[in-house]
């Protein structure tokens, strides 16, 4: 059975706690048993009553939330409105056959998480399941985000200067440790409410400065005394879409003010007050060192930490993670100041960090950015990668190099992106880096970590979707053909029977006889395929000449010929190879004998020789194949003998092949029909694990 979470590729193995809430107490079981076998990773508790079910969250706690519409003892939106007076993100999924569409718009109007709508005696688990997996992890990548705000919060919260913003009514959007410390009012006493209201006696100058950066949408500077609290003040106020950020500091007299006051275009600081660069590879726990740092420097940070709140929000829109690092590398050089960068992913596969994306500064210094495999010359950013340590690197005289000694690059930062690869940023200067820089440097990489994480994590919830709305399709029109096979025999039996009942006479019932044995080699031919399709987990070492001698004589060959060439052992699931043998056989006798090749539905009696039928290894020891020495395959409709349900022969059921390709899908092999080396079928099956033969005795 195909889970719904086996192709994520990075998934991971969290379990998920599911409670399900239905009316009756044998369909709540059934629910609960029918997910825990779409997924090992589901854990699946079954209540049937509102007041149980809040009692589970409140006291146990889950992952998500299922509930039908119908309840002992309400409805599934009075357990919805439970959940969300506790919880406003908990993942809550509405799953009921209540067709409603006021029902359906009062669950959005409530916070549901998604609403599964189910057929009666016709459920799709599997379907459940996926929207499950798909609510939990939005919600999972929602919480990293969140964390990635609170680290963001925490780095404002420790600079020393007082920094809070405003919306564009003037409420307080956000109010740090330092204006805290310095007004005597808390955070708590100051989100949402009126800054005007809260501090009028400012005075109106810093209210008109406050008003005219909104109006202007111009960085404004203010030099002020406030008589209230007794102090002079430098502010710049930054205004943005949402109204302004404002960074105050206290300055000790109107002469240390002038002497205080910095250019706002500074250009970054020059290396001669570099500080010791042994302290910068302190990993990701280095934090904002402002005390003793000059006011350029102070400045530019500050300006710096708006900038990345700013890439914050743009990184929420992008959708891939190689759209995650381009904006890094931009952010790099527009938020940093550096305009050589680069951005290395690792493939676990190739066990190598593959160029993502690259600055046109950098372009010019290195040409593309190289591949770069662990065992090969540029060992310096695994150290860093492998680490998970910000390493900064200087060309110097006593051994130390750089990345790429060969180019002009004196200095280099390698800043790791977790376990999903490294920035890498350089400049032509030695001793070019400042503490300030790796501390904003360690900043950017933590918010594009987070980027990446659910970037690949919505794209893991598209290509579900994807898949999912492919796979329905398919189960449609699959749906389809079986509905009118197995009605077309039940309609001549029930046609006959009732002929039969007024006639009498005993030939009818032979005819109802045929429709129900044809409708039972259909159902059987639907359980193979069922049973057949899921992939193969356990595999053994299968000698394949042996299974071809054993599937041989399951067939009613006639006179038919086999010719088992040199084969071989190949890792395979026993029974079902020896299930594709003997349909391939079936199909080669059936409709193979030389000259009797049925292909429109109409067999053409030549009276031919009978059909030899070989199996042997590719050339390419790819696989192998099984070919006859009929009339072959008309090319036109090679693809079509592979579909549910097509056959040209009227005594078929159309399922043979469809199950010899659901079988090689199931161990990883691709199969393909071809001429045969006499002009027959030849079906080849490629993708094969052969094994030495020694090493299976």
């Not at 997924?39 to 149980?52: H, N």
């Not at 790796?438 to 579900?464: C, M, P």
């Amino acid at each position: 059975m195909s889970t719904p979470d086996d192709s994520t590729g990075n998934g991971g193995d969290d379990p998920i706690s599911v409670l399900y809430v239905g009316r009756d107490p044998e369909f709540v079981a059934l629910v609960a048993t029918a997910l825990e076998r779409e997924s090992d990773r589901l854990d699946v508790r079954g209540e049937t009553a509102v007041i149980d079910g809040i009692s589970v969250v409140e006291d146990d706690g889950v992952d998500c939330v299922v509930s039908e519409y119908h309840l002992r003892d309400g409805d599934g939106l009075d357990l919805l409105t439970a959940v969300r007076a506790r919880s406003s993100d908990l993942p809550f999924i509405l799953y009921t056959a209540h067709g409603d569409e006021a029902v359906a718009s009062r669950a959005i109007s409530l916070g549901v998480s998604d609403y599964v709508r189910r057929t009666a005696g016709d459920e799709d688990f599997h379907l459940l399941a996926s929207r499950v997996f798909n609510a939990v992890s939005q919600h999972r990548v929602q919480e990293r985000l969140t964390e990635s705000d609170a680290h963001l919060e925490t780095v404002y919260g420790r600079v020393t200067d007082g920094i809070f913003a405003l919306d564009d009514d003037w409420a307080v959007s956000y109010w740090n440790d330092a204006m805290a410390e310095r007004t005597g009012v808390p955070a708590a006493e100051t989100l949402n409410r009126d800054f005007r209201e809260l501090f009028p006696e400012v005075g109106s100058e810093i209210h008109g400065a406050f008003e005219a950066a909104m109006a202007s949408g111009a960085t404004t500077r203010l030099d002020t005394r406030i008589d209230a609290f007794d102090v002079r003040v430098s502010a710049r106020i930054y205004p943005d879409d949402s109204g302004v950020s404002v960074f105050i500091r206290e300055v000790a007299s109107d002469s240390a003010a002038a002497a205080d006051r910095p250019d706002t275009d500074a250009a970054s600081p020059d290396a001669e007050g570099v500080a010791d660069q042994s302290d910068c590879g302190a990993g990701p726990n280095a934090g904002t060192r402002l005390p003793g740092r000059d006011a350029a420097e102070r400045e530019r940070l500050e300006r710096a930490l708006r900038d990345l709140q700013s890439v914050a929000r743009e990184l929420l829109r992008v959708e891939t993670s190689e759209a995650v690092a381009a904006v890094a590398v931009d952010a790099v050089r527009d938020v940093v100041g550096w305009p050589i960068s680069g951005v290395w992913f690792y493939d676990s596969v190739d066990d190598a960090l593959v160029p993502v994306a690259q600055s046109d500064a950098a372009r010019q210094v290195f040409g593309e950015s190289p591949i770069l495999h662990r065992d090969g010359e540029e060992t310096l950013i695994w150290e860093a990668f492998d680490a998970n340590e910000v390493r900064v690197y200087e060309r110097t005289v006593d051994g130390s190099e750089v990345q790429h000694p060969d180019s002009s690059i004196e200095s280099e930062v390698h800043v790791p992106l977790g376990e999903y690869g490294i920035l890498l940023t350089g400049d032509t200067r030695r001793g070019s880096f400042t503490d300030v820089d790796v501390e904003l440097l360690q900043l950017l990489a933590s918010t594009v970590s987070s980027a990446i994480e659910r970037a690949k994590r919505e794209q893991t919830l598209r290509d579900r979707e994807a898949e999912l709305a492919a796979a329905n399709e398919r189960l449609d029109e699959f749906v389809s053909v079986v509905a009118h096979d197995l009605r077309n025999p039940l309609s001549v039996a029930k046609g006959y029977l009732e002929i039969a009942a007024d006639t009498g006479d005993p030939e009818h019932f032979e005819k109802i006889e045929t429709a129900l044995e044809r409708m039972n080699a259909l159902i059987s031919d639907l359980l193979t395929l069922a049973r057949q399709g899921s992939p193969v987990t356990e595999f053994e070492a299968v000698d394949l000449r042996s299974k071809v001698t054993h599937a041989w004589s399951f067939v009613a060959t006639e006179d038919a010929r086999l010719e088992s060439l040199d084969l071989g052992v190949v890792r395979a699931d026993t029974g079902r190879l020896l299930q594709l043998f003997e349909n391939l056989f079936r199909n080669a006798v059936e409709h193979g004998s030389t000259g009797n090749r049925t292909v429109s539905g109409d067999a053409v009696e030549h009276g031919g020789a009978a059909t030899t039928v070989t199996v042997g290894r590719l050339a390419d020891d790819a696989g192998f194949y099984v070919e006859d020495d009929g009339d072959g395959i008309p090319e036109s409709l090679r693809e079509r003998v592979f579909e549910h349900g097509y056959t040209t022969d009227r005594s078929g059921t159309g399922f043979g092949l469809a199950i010899v390709e659901n079988i090689a899908e199931a161990h990883g092999w691709s199969v393909t029909l071809t001429d045969g080396t006499d002009g027959g079928a030849r079906f080849e099956f490629r993708g094969v694990e052969w094994v030495d033969p020694h090493g299976a005795e």
